[in-house]
């Protein structure tokens, strides 16, 4: 039942936004969502400066950044942050990166590392059509081939591949951060947790949560995903966000849940 649902985790980049920006009706899903007492807790591949601006400016109830590496809480008692490497092990980690980054430029002209990535701690971001031309399907997966090559784990998202080292992923830190709000693992409660998401490498997100959402445009990758969700927007991008959004609150009114504001 969708009125049982109390956490949606979503990716951002083309699931949240179109176009690179997050429209109006996404941006106000997220607010009908906070007063309806959904909470929203974006899961993505941006850097840590970007999460911490977004837990401090929108209405989420955490984000987690960096494909797992991390997750920002803001609280009464300020920003919580939790990372899973020490930063001498970042360190050690970004000098490896270094030198994929140089064999990634040398090997797949057109490539560029991210514009984003000087906000990055843990990995390695490289762009094959936010800010530069699209690279074809064969020029990513060269990209991904030089992280391998290297030892490195590379996930390929709508716009970037990130690579890093480590024992990470968004699945496992978003599990943690749901045994850390709420106390116990989604999987004990699975049908009030719900995930969202437009691509490839939300597949693990989608196997893993009872209750799966997309927007439209990830019918371009349906074909080659094991894992689908279970549920479908009409619309693309924010706008199909907002349509899954606009889903959920409805169940919980035709199910007689009175929004957050008015509960006692």
Not at 73 to 93: C, E, F, I, S
Request: charged share 25%; glycine share 8%; hydrophobic share 45%.
């Amino acid at each position: 039942m969708l009125a049982g649902i109390g956490m949606l985790l979503t990716d951002i980049d083309d699931t949240l936004t179109t176009d690179g920006r997050v429209t109006r009706d996404a941006y106000d899903a997220l607010w009908q969502a906070r007063a309806a007492g959904l909470r929203i807790v974006p899961v993505t591949g941006r850097p840590a400066g970007w999460c911490d601006a977004i837990a401090r400016q929108w209405p989420v109830d955490g984000v987690i950044g960096e494909n797992g590496a991390l997750y920002y809480r803001l609280t009464p008692h300020g920003m919580t942050r939790v990372y899973t490497q020490d930063a001498a092990t970042r360190t050690a980690n970004r000098l490896r990166l270094d030198v994929i980054r140089d064999a990634v430029l040398r090997e797949v002209p057109g490539c560029a590392v991210a514009a984003d990535q000087s906000f990055r701690m843990f990995d390695l971001a490289i762009d094959f059509c936010e800010d530069v031309p699209r690279l074809s399907r064969e020029d990513v997966a060269r990209i991904v081939a030089v992280f391998t090559r290297h030892g490195a784990t590379a996930k390929v998202s709508s716009i970037h591949v990130n690579g890093w080292f480590g024992a990470f992923d968004k699945l496992t830190m978003a599990r943690r951060f749901v045994e850390d709000l709420d106390g116990v693992p989604p999987d004990q409660r699975a049908a009030a947790y719900a995930f969202c998401g437009d691509s490839p490498n939300d597949e693990p997100m989608f196997a893993a949560f009872a209750h799966t959402f997309a927007v439209a445009n990830v019918s371009h990758f349906l074909d080659d995903m094991q894992h689908r969700p279970a549920w479908l927007a009409d619309a693309a991008g924010g706008a199909g966000f907002a349509e899954v959004v606009a889903a959920l609150l409805g169940a919980r009114v035709a199910a007689g849940q009175p929004p957050e504001s008015d509960r006692t």
